[in-house]
Antibody, heavy 119, light 106 residues
Framework: QLQLRESGPGLVRPSETLSLTCTVS??????????WAWIRQSPGKGLEWIGS???????YFNPSLKSRLAISVDTSNNQFSLSLTSVTTADTAVYFC???????????WGPGILVTVSS | DIQVTQSPSSLSASVGDRVTITCRTS??????LHWYQQKPGTAPKLLIS???TLLGGVPSRFRGSGSGTDFTLTISSLQPEDFATYFC?????????FGGGTKVEF
């Protein structure tokens, strides 16, 4: 049974870097043809796709976040990570890590982690 | 980005009702439209992929249809466990984008 779980700080100061890790269990992150992604949800902006990564290291980013965003994969630990720099209160959201199916939808989701940006 | 307009934003219904939710995209997306169900405090759950393919375990009372720019989620006979918020998502172009959600309330 594939499971994903987000981890990281729940509070980040404005202008600092938000860093989250997703640990995948029940399957290898090196499954071909699949991407591993981050999606966030906030009351003001709804669901927003952040970006995705393939186990080869290939990435796709949301253009609205691209200048502040990095997503990487650690195949040895079956994890992938998100780094978002220069955060503001607008980055406050529940962050989900997901496994995207071949045609694109998020077929598996972690439970989500609330990240609050506040001084 | 492709804009996804979902309607209504909320609806009131009763058990046994037929419920219809629509999503309209700002450009044609073929069949790259997917539906999710979300209950409070939990992650969204994928119900239907590629317009009309039910995921395993999803009851047959859920039906997805449409093409091009107009898509519909129909629940033929609403059950108590179906009270939730529903989202659509297009994955035809990066970035994937979501509709604003429809809250189905009693």
């Amino acid at each position: 049974q594939l499971q994903l779980r987000e981890s990281g700080p729940g509070l980040v100061r404005p202008s600092e870097t938000l860093s989250l890790t997703c640990t995948v269990s029940g399957a290898s992150i090196t499954i071909n043809h699949y991407f591993w992604a981050w999606i966030r949800q906030s009351p003001g902006k709804g669901l927003e796709w952040i970006g995705s990564v393939h186990h080869s290291g290939g990435t796709y980013f949301n253009p609205s976040l691209k200048s502040r965003l990095a997503i990487s994969v650690d195949t040895s630990n079956n994890q992938f990570s998100l780094s978002l720099t220069s955060v503001t209160t607008a980055d406050t959201a529940v962050y989900f890590c997901v496994k995207e199916a071949g045609s694109g939808p998020a077929a598996y989701w972690g439970p989500g982690i609330l990240v609050t940006v506040s001084s | 980005d492709i804009q996804v307009t979902q309607s209504p934003s909320s609806l009131s219904a009763s058990v046994g009702d037929r419920v219809t939710i629509t999503c309209r995209t700002s450009q044609t997306i073929r069949n790259s439209l997917h539906w999710y169900q979300q209950k409070p405090g939990t992650a969204p759950k994928l119900l239907i992929s590629s317009t009309s393919t039910l995921l395993g375990g999803v009851p047959s009372r859920f039906r997805g249809s449409g093409s091009g720019t107009d898509f519909t989620l129909t629940i033929s006979s609403l059950q108590p466990e179906d009270f939730a918020t529903y989202f659509c998502q297009q994955t035809y172009r990066t970035p994937p984008t979501f509709g604003g959600g429809t809250k189905v309330e009693f």
